[in-house]
């Protein structure tokens, strides 16, 4: 094997020694990845022994050539479990040179006895009953880091019937922690939009596999199990199947929302109720999806009570309870001041998940302030907001001219780079634009779910707006008006 390096010749060493006195697993699969021509017989007359070895020797020499510079890590080890060879890439992963590899075990997951000791019973297992074991676990680096790799170890028996082995690794933590930042999200999600008084819904390739309390009670379904799992076709009207699957293609292909329609759906028991429906393309666990949101044109249907009227209360009030809350999230030297009249709001459920967009829009505003420093003013009001000024909040189309609560968060000559405006909305914000702010993709979906909507613009001067509209209620009885409550904080 001449032109190999030592570290490729200790390799093929191993592999020659794990193929005697029969064929091992791992040489059957590179013969198959590295085919050698057998030299005509009639040209170079060879005895059967001296032709299996040339063989032999070709296919191990390509295999450490193999193993020595593969992209992925690759370690080799004996019966008693520790590595006896380690390739380059293998030493790059865990940050280690080759030398103080060599000698010591795999340790899969150090922090975790318990997840440790089921990660070795499963290869121990899968080894001795000669089959290959595959499993994903975390590794400590050299540095403290900790990794997550996705790990295939063969069995390779050597020659004197000892079982050795061969541990290919691929390093996993983006995904791994893409998936965490996943899971996170969709946990805000639930929980922002889960006491909404709207329906809301999600399908995934044609099927439901979200709906909140109020979509279950709008369907007459008394647990999620009745509705999760079925076509979301089953339960639109057929008159309507063409208009959805028209919608349905048109968010696929392009991405875009689609505005609210009139449809009407099929409760569980047959019957019909109109309603005003607003489709997004959103992502669930991965995939593409839809979300639904909307609200039923009639309140009262054949077999359900008429919901009782929700209680009413001072948004404004909401904001000065909050106050402690905010002034932890903000800037540390910034100055935060209040400017709060009248607010009355309905409240149906639980005040968390307002109480979650409010804190939220102030951290984003916040974080637009340069070096931290700049004054933040929240502030409310009820308006009367016309369609010409409801165009401008974020989802564009869905609400109606009317009385609206709006609370600003203004950041005094706070700025946004352009790129980072334009994907204040995106799920991934936080990840692209460090420092910036949390985004504003849970804050859009809690404030879509109760009737509202989101705008962001330049201040009057300089700075960042973001604005909040919630359809306002009639005045909360008792209880201080709130007007005029100011509050600074240096």
């Known amino acids: 094997m001449t032109g190999l390096t030592n570290r490729e010749t200790q390799c093929g060493n191993l592999v020659t020694q794990a193929s005697r006195p029969e064929v091992s697993q791992l040489q059957r699969n590179a013969t198959l990845a590295f085919p050698v021509r057998?030299?005509?017989?009639?040209?170079?007359?060879?005895?059967?022994?001296?032709?299996?070895?040339?063989?032999?020797?070709?296919?191990?020499?390509?295999?450490?050539?193999?193993?020595?510079?593969?992209?992925?890590?690759?370690f080799v080890g004996g019966a008693d479990g520790r590595v006896e060879w380690a390739n380059e890439s293998a030493c790059r992963l865990c940050g280690f040179e080759c030398e103080e590899i060599v000698g010591r075990r795999l340790q899969l997951f150090p922090d975790d006895p318990v997840a440790q000791d089921a990660a070795a019973k499963h290869v121990e297992t899968r080894l001795a009953a000669g089959e290959v074991a595959r499993?994903?676990?975390?590794?400590?680096?050299?540095?403290?880091?900790?990794?997550?790799?996705?790990?295939?170890?063969?069995?390779?028996?050597a020659a004197d019937g000892s079982a050795g082995w061969v541990a290919i690794a691929s390093d996993v933590s983006e995904r791994k922690r893409a998936d965490a930042a996943l899971a996170e999200s969709e946990e805000r999600y639930r929980r922002l939009v889960e006491d909404s008084p709207e329906p809301a819904a999600v399908h995934c390739g044609g099927v439901v596999v979200y709906v909140n309390r109020a979509a279950l009670a709008l369907l007459g379904a008394s647990s999620p199990e009745a509705v999760l799992g079925r076509p979301?076709?089953?339960?639109?009207?057929?008159?309507?199947?063409?208009?959805?699957?028209?919608?349905?293609?048109?968010?696929?292909?392009?991405?875009?929302?689609?505005?609210?329609?009139?449809?009407?759906?099929?409760?569980?028991?047959?019957?019909?109720?109109?309603?005003?429906?607003?489709?997004?393309?959103?992502?669930?666990?991965?995939k593409p999806a839809i979300q639904l949101a909307g609200h039923a044109l009639c309140r009262t249907f054949e077999g359900m009570e008429e919901p009782r009227r929700a209680p009413v209360m001072d948004f404004s009030s909401l904001v000065l309870e909050l106050a402690?809350?905010?002034?932890?999230?903000?800037?540390?030297?910034?100055?935060?001041?209040?400017?709060?009249?009248?607010?009355?709001?309905?409240?149906?459920?639980?005040?968390?998940?307002?109480?979650e967009l409010i804190c939220s829009l102030a951290a984003q505003a916040s974080a637009a302030l340069p070096r931290g420093r700049g004054a933040l003013r929240l502030s409310t009001r009820t308006r009367e907001l016309g369609a010409e000024e409801l165009a401008a909040f974020a989802p564009r189309a869905g609400a109606r001219p009317g009385r609206y609560l709006v609370f600003e968060a203004c950041a005094n000559a706070g700025a946004l780079a352009p790129e980072a405006r334009r994907r204040l909305f995106d799920a991934d914000f936080a990840r692209s634009f460090p420092g910036a702010g949390p985004g504003l993709r849970d804050a859009l979906a809690s404030a879509r779910t109760q009737g509202g909507g989101l705008r962001v613009e330049?201040?009057?001067?300089?700075?960042?707006?973001?604005?909040?509209?919630?359809?306002?209620?009639s005045s909360p009885q008792g209880g201080s008006s709130g007007l005029g409550k100011r509050r600074q904080r240096r």
């Open 324 to 355: 402690p809350r905010i002034e932890s999230r903000i800037a540390p030297r910034a100055a935060l001041t209040f400017d709060l009249g009248e607010t009355p709001v309905a409240l149906p459920g639980s005040s968390a998940p307002l109480a």
């Open 458 to 473: 330049r201040g009057a001067r300089s700075g960042l707006r973001i604005a909040l509209a919630l359809p306002a209620a």
């Open 232 to 286: 979301v076709f089953e339960f639109l009207h057929p008159d309507y199947h063409g208009l959805a699957a028209e919608r349905i293609l048109k968010m696929e292909t392009l991405g875009d929302p689609a505005g609210p329609v009139v449809e009407k759906l099929l409760r569980l028991d047959g019957s019909p109720v109109d309603v005003e429906l607003a489709a997004t393309p959103v992502l669930w666990r991965g």
């Open 38 to 74: 057998e030299p005509e017989p009639s040209r170079v007359p060879q005895s059967p022994s001296t032709s299996s070895s040339i063989c032999a020797a070709a296919v191990a020499e390509r295999l450490a050539r193999f193993a020595s510079r593969a992209q992925q890590a690759i």
């Open 135 to 157: 499993l994903e676990a975390s590794l400590v680096a050299r540095d403290g880091r900790v990794i997550w790799i996705e790990l295939q170890v063969t069995p390779v028996p």
